[in-house]
């Protein structure tokens, strides 16, 4: 019987060591699972502020890309428009050269038909002139008249090609203006 009790004394003490151990084991299983559960957690976390991050950069940097992208288009914008008053002046500067000259050979055929006719007139008078002196008379006449009248026409043709000239390049000299004022700025 002692020996019954020795054996159900030891089977006692193995089944509290297995108990304990199984309890030790238990607890360890659940300190490894803590750890590791804490371990995701962090790694969750440090995942999710990283992302955050990275977001926030690129949406930081998207912002800037869309803001530089705007302001280039902007520039192109006004470049366009810009080029297409310079275009708009040139066509406007050449209407004016054009009508300018027109009107120039205008006056020029009016003098010239002018011109014309007095010498007409004074050949028509000297064909019924009478005597020498009538005849060198009419002719100094027609001299000093066709010279008075080219020196006449010739500075109203100046006057007019200098006129011609600020008008042609009014439109030009403006846009130049405005690019000194638009661009010669510093931004």
């Known amino acids: 019987m002692d020996m019954a009790i020795k054996k159900n004394g030891d089977a006692a003490s193995v089944s509290e ?20 559960s804490k371990g995701l957690e962090d790694a969750h976390t440090v995942l999710k502020t990283g992302l955050s991050d990275a977001t926030a950069r690129f949406e930081k ?8 992208v705007e302001k280039a288009v902007k ?13 708009e002046a040139l066509v406007k ?15 020029v055929a009016a ?17 019924s002139v009478k005597s020498l002196k009538e005849a060198v008379d009419l002719h100094s006449g027609l001299a000093r008249s066709s010279l008075e009248s080219a020196v006449s026409e010739t500075g109203k043709l100046t006057d007019a090609s200098f006129k011609l000239a600020e008008q042609t390049l009014a439109p030009i000299t403006a846009r130049i203006t405005l690019a000194v004022e638009k661009f010669g700025r510093p931004a």
Do not use: H, M, P
Not at 78 to 83: D, R
């Open 61 to 68: 940097t998207q912002a800037e890309v869309n803001s530089k």
């Open 75 to 87: 520039t192109a914008e006004e470049i366009v428009a810009f080029s297409q008053g310079n275009i």
């Open 93 to 107: 500067s050449g209407q004016i050269w054009a009508a300018g000259l027109q009107d120039i050979g205008k006056q």
């Open 111 to 127: 003098a010239s038909q002018a011109q014309l006719d007095k010498t007409v007139s004074a050949l028509k008078a000297l064909a």
């Open 17 to 36: 060591a297995a108990q304990s151990a199984a309890q030790a084991g238990s607890e360890v299983a659940q300190a490894t699972a803590a750890v590791f």
